[in-house]
């Protein structure tokens, strides 16, 4: 029976020389490449830790449990009779080797380096806490090579000129335009921060001074008298000032824009959710294919949801936390939030966020009014609350214009709005009727015109196919050229990159000039 | 609406008109590609008065088949002279408007040197072609197909960029494409 103290001292020791072999750090070349610094970090790091590992470990003393080989291979046996072990000096080696290998692969020349310039770095003056000097004036740009003056009609002089056909340019000789230079003005910032030589009494009666309103120029009950009222003034707004630090560390939602679909989730939930949560938003539209294939409906609608607002390849995106989109929906959904908004909000889950966006809209505006009152810079006004709360609905099975209308939701007003379509189509051109549609529904209908008369090109001939399909270029399904997705032939061909870059180009200017971020 | 004149227009025969494509314009030699490519810019310019943009597809076509009609082989020479329509259609995509002007101002042949300008742009996707993928680049079906996928990738151009390629058709990226590699060969 093998004592379980050896057998771990055989396989760490093992296991950490093969590892620290596998990854070089043995080979004579590494270890002569060490500073000496990092030789005496190697060894005291690793004489405390194996210093500390054997002080539990105890190599003189007989492991209390062992290993054996039964008739059903390895056995562990509790309280032996008899173990062997191995000398507890070879277990002390072992032990020490497997510290010291893994000190070496921790360590080297960079992190020694690094370590002994610690205490410098720690004691150096840091930036937030000093006014550190500034950088010395920006050096006189070089000056730039003067931009050469294009003349007008001067093209076939030159060429004459530089086959040799005559000796001068002429009034065509180049001229240099003066370049423009413009000094910009840059403000000064006024450091109110310790300086670097400053003494710690002078530090503090700045601060003090600061804080009751410049004791040496003002009288000192009016310096306590602004402070008290700057004091008073902020308990009178301490809840929201409170609540405004919570929603901070918290991570409220910034906005909240939530989408019922009449459709049922994509998304099938596996057990493994349980432990991992949902998957996050950007995490389902990080790699969305150009266009969709082999979809069903859900997908589908996802999909175009995710190409519209937060493909990253068609420039800037909306905030992908923002969005809630409620599956299985109730058709009519819109209906019963224009009827009862608060109570179809709560029996859905989604009153909770929108009344979290709201109550920090309206506590935005109050602490807007403190700075004023304070006499400080007042930070710009947030957004409407149209502009970062809205409710949408999108039904299948049923054709509907997109319309709204407005709720009023604990004093605010919320736009409402609602699209159907009557037969999603995975196929051909069917993508085009739900981008329209979900576009329509979240930005307003676009105002982009419709194809004039495509090209006709002469079908009998059998040549020339280049230049006959070319034509595509300009054939925007978006704007009623639908045919070419509807010929499998052609889909694969279609310059559908083109199309859907303008379309989710115009939908995005609409869509984010409507919305807002607290 | 336009009609397309090749009902079944799936991979197979898209690619064998690529290789048919190829061929005419290798065929040309260098001396026979810069005639016709001569040939067709101006009959292009002198039916369709194309300053305004693109020329209409049929106006293309039958400036294309003017400067093929005294070729000894008419159908090898209409698919070269398809070639050299669809890349006269598709010049402002590749050679913005600043660098159009500049060839006006310093060249007296401007085709001459827009033809120059469009090879080293030809090049570049060329480049691309040769680095998508380990099948062999001057074959039809990996021009074809390199063509036919290559928008799903993004390509996004800064204005000015003479070294990005942007998003481009499949009937322009062949065009390009057989025009360079029957040219010049796929390795730039």
Redesign the interface.
């Known amino acids: 029976m093998i004592g379980l103290k050896s057998l771990a001292a055989v396989l760490l020791g093992g296991g950490a020389i093969a590892l620290a072999a596998w990854r070089g750090v043995l080979a004579p070349a590494y270890l002569t490449s060490l500073s000496t610094t990092a030789c005496f970090l190697v060894g005291l790091v690793a004489s405390l830790a194996a210093g500390l590992a054997l002080g539990g470990w105890r190599p003189h003393v007989a492991s209390r449990g062992a290993m054996t080989f039964g008739r059903s291979g390895l056995v562990l046996v509790d309280d032996p009779p008899r173990v062997r072990e191995l000398p507890a000096v070879v277990q002390r080696a072992l032990v020490l080797a497997a510290m010291t290998c893994v000190t070496l692969l921790a360590l080297g020349n960079h992190a020694a380096a690094r370590i002994v310039e610690l205490p410098a770095d720690l004691a150096a003056p840091e930036p937030s806490g000093y006014c550190m000097p500034r950088a010395a004036a920006a050096k006189e740009q070089a000056r730039a090579p003067a931009p050469v003056v ?1 003349q007008a009609g001067c ?2 002089v030159k ?1 004459a000129y530089q086959l040799g056909y005559t000796k001068s340019l002429g009034s065509c000789a180049p001229k240099e335009a003066a370049p423009v230079v413009t000094a910009v003005a840059q403000p000064q910032e006024v450091c109110t921060r310790r300086q670097l030589d400053e003494p710690w009494l002078h530090y503090g009666y700045r601060k003090a001074s600061g804080a009751f309103g410049a004791l040496g120029d003002v009288a000192p009950g009016d310096a306590i008298d602004h402070r008290v009222t700057d004091v008073r003034a902020h308990l009178d707004h301490l809840e929201s000032l409170l609540a405004n630090v919570a929603s901070s560390i918290g991570g409220s939602p910034h906005a909240a824009h939530h989408l019922w679909i009449a459709l049922p989730d994509p998304h099938g939930h596996p057990w493994t959710e349980r432990f991992t949560g949902e998957p996050r938003c950007s995490t389902v539209f990080a790699s969305l ?2 266009w969709p294939r082999d979809l069903d409906r859900s997908q589908l609608v996802e999909h175009v949801i995710g190409q519209l607002l937060f493909a990253t ?1 068609f420039g800037t995106t909306a905030s992908c936390n923002d969005l809630v989109i409620h599956w299985d929906a109730p058709a009519d959904a819109c209906a019963r939030l224009e009827h009862d908004p608060v109570a179809f909000l709560g029996e859905q889950h989604a009153l909770a966020s929108v009344r979290a966006v709201l109550a920090r809209r309206r506590r935005a505006i109050e602490l807007r009014g403190l700075t004023a009152e304070l006499g400080r810079r007042v930070p710009p006004e947030p957004p409407p609350a149209q502009a970062i709360v809205s409710l949408s609905c999108f039904v299948a099975g049923e054709a509907k214009a997109a319309h709204g209308s407005m709720v009023s939701i604990d004093g605010d007003a919320i736009g409402v709005r609602e699209v159907g379509v009557k037969d999603i189509r995975t196929a051909g051109a069917g993508p085009i009727d739900v981008y329209v549609a979900m576009a329509s529904l979240l930005a307003g209908i676009s105002a982009r015109p419709a194809l004039a008369q ?20 300009d ?1 925007d399904p978006f704007a009623g ?1 639908r ?2 997705l509807e ?1 499998d ?2 889909i ?2 279609v ?4 199309h859907l ?1 303008a379309f989710i180009d115009d939908f995005r200017r609409r869509y984010l000039a409507q919305r807002g971020r607290l | ?11 197979g025969p ?1 690619a064998a ?1 690529v290789a048919r ?1 190829l061929a005419a314009v290798r065929a040309l030699g260098p001396d026979g590609r810069a005639a016709l490519d001569r040939a067709v810019y101006d009959a292009t310019r002198a039916r369709c008065r194309t300053d305004a943009g ?1 020329a ?3 106006c ?2 039958d400036a ?2 003017s400067a093929c009609e005294t070729a000894p082989d008419q ?1 090898s020479c ?2 070269a ?3 050299i ?2 890349n006269l ?2 010049v402002s995509e590749l050679v913005d408007d600043a660098t159009k002007a500049r060839l ?5 042949d401007y085709h001459a040197a827009l033809a120059a300008e469009l090879l080293h742009r030809y090049a570049l996707l060329a480049t691309e072609l040769a680095i998508s993928s380990r099948a062999d680049p001057e074959a039809p079906e990996t021009i074809d197909q390199f ?2 996928h290559r ?2 990738r ?1 390509h ?1 151009c800064e204005p000015g960029d003479a070294a990005c390629i942007p ?6 990226c ?2 390009a494409l057989v025009w360079y590699v029957g040219s010049v060969g796929a390795a730039p």
């Open positions: 294009d093209a076939l060429r294919p150009l390849r495509a090209e006709d090109v002469d079908p009998n001939a059998d040549d020339f196919l280049l230049t006959r399909l070319d034509p595509l270029v054939a050229a045919w070419p010929r032939e052609l694969e061909i310059p559908i990159e083109r870059h | 609406m336009i009609v397309i004149a090749i009902l079944l227009l799936g991979a898209r008109y494509a693109p209409p597809a049929r293309s076509i294309a088949k159908t209409d698919a002279a398809d070639v329509a669809t259609r598709g006006v101002r310093g060249s007296t063509c036919a928008d799903e993004p996004t998003s481009l058709a499949w009937p322009r062949v065009a």
